[in-house]
């Protein structure tokens, strides 16, 4: 790794350990802002010092007085801030859409650490607009669920679920979901038959317009694992570390399902296409092999939460399910059942950003914020109290990440509708250079 890569291992990994992340857990429950190490680098002393172990074990930033003094410690060893200015230098000694990517990573790492000094009573409050302008490039907003609560309400209607007002539409949901639940037990099998599916359609619609190298990369090499008593609904976790006898990647994923997730057939089609293929496996495979082939830099393969490249993996994600169909809307799937689930995932992804919005800019309880979100964006009991609480309440994922879902989406939309497919897949999935929320668009123009 040349100084640059250096610069960037050791803020990423270093800025995972003090809020408590592990990149080489294979378990969601154990990773955090670190989303992958696919490279076969050295990892660095910001994750090897005894120092970081310590911090991990504690669980990162608090205010506890032990966790305060592993902080500190830590920080004394590690120079995490002198790691994000470095990146940040280079990124203004250089020109392009690579050193735009480096200047947007280095806002939001700076905000990343500052967040966890305030969390550890050393440092000042961060500012919710501070965050926002960080990770989306632009103040944040409220969500506007009503369209799409009246288009679910046209289609349960349709469906036998008729409602006339906000108690009556819930409660249609709710038996609409009931009726269509997936079972813990079948999720094995629905799972491998819809990503058969999903990459079957993806090979039809999103590969006619990516390079030709990519073709040989898997898409899909994941496997799914439930989970108890987690407070996400599930998590992907790049692996990428499996490597064949002539040492080339096998791309490989584990999702990691919450057992105690409601979820319908419709929305749990959603839930594939946006954690699988065309979505985040898709898309970290393809950023794998452009790394291996030296056509993207290191930074290409420690991806983050936080960022504005997880805004912008986000927003391919949740247009995964159209993407792979080669459709633009949701009433363009196929079928009105599809549509629905749809329309309940973008909703859920809506209520996240306004959890957020509530939580950090208006100073709104958890109880109130949990009855709006159940109420307007029609999500479960389930959901509303995660999302109002371990999410929304998080310092970091409450200010920071809950709005990147919201962002990405609309953005991707905008750009699938705007510009031709032969422009835009390829710029989405790396093979133009990376690329993040901000930066996209220009990629696509160039």
Known sequence: MDALDQAVATAVLGLDTLWGGDVMNPSGTGRFIADSWF?????????????AAR???????????????????YLDAVDVRGAI?????????GAGLRARYLEGLGLCFEVMLDLALEVAGRGEPVPYERCMRAILGRPGSPSEPAAKRERVRELLSAAGHPSTDGPG????????RAERIV??????????????????????????????????????????????????????????RARRP???????????????????????AQLVSHEVVPGHVTTFAFLQDLFVRGIVGFEASVLTMNTRP??????????????????FSPEELPDREMEAGMLLALLQDDAKNQSSWLTWNEGWAKEDVARVLRNDYLVSEERADKLSGAWGRHPLLGRMYLPAYRAGTEKVAELRKLHPAAKVLPALYGALGVVDLTTVEDAIAD
């Not at 919450?258 to 929305?267: H, V």
């Open 39 to 51: 490279s076969d680098e050295p990892l660095p002393a910001s994750y090897t010092r005894p120092e």
């Open 55 to 73: 911090l991990r074990e504690l669980g990162g930033a608090s205010a506890k007085p032990e966790t305060v003094a592993a902080l500190d410690a």
């Open 85 to 93: 200015a470095r990146v940040r230098d280079e990124a203004g000694r």
């Open 169 to 176: 539409l819930l409660a249609a949901v709710d038996a609409w």
């Open 183 to 240: 079972p813990k037990e079948e999720i094995p099998a629905l799972s491998a038959r819809l990503v058969a599916e999903l990459d079957t359609l993806a090979a039809r619609h999103v590969m006619p317009f990516l390079p030709a190298e990519v073709a040989r990369v898997p898409r899909a090499n994941v496997t799914f694992l439930p989970i108890e008593n987690a407070w996400f609904s599930g998590s992907m976790n790049y692996l990428g």
């Open 246 to 268: 002539d040492g080339s990647p096998e791309y490989e994923a584990t999702y990691e399902l919450n057992a105690s997730l409601q979820i319908s057939r419709p929305e749990f």
């Open 310 to 327: 997880a805004a912008l993996f986000e927003g391919i994600a949740n247009n995964a399910l159209l993407m792979a169909y080669g459709v």
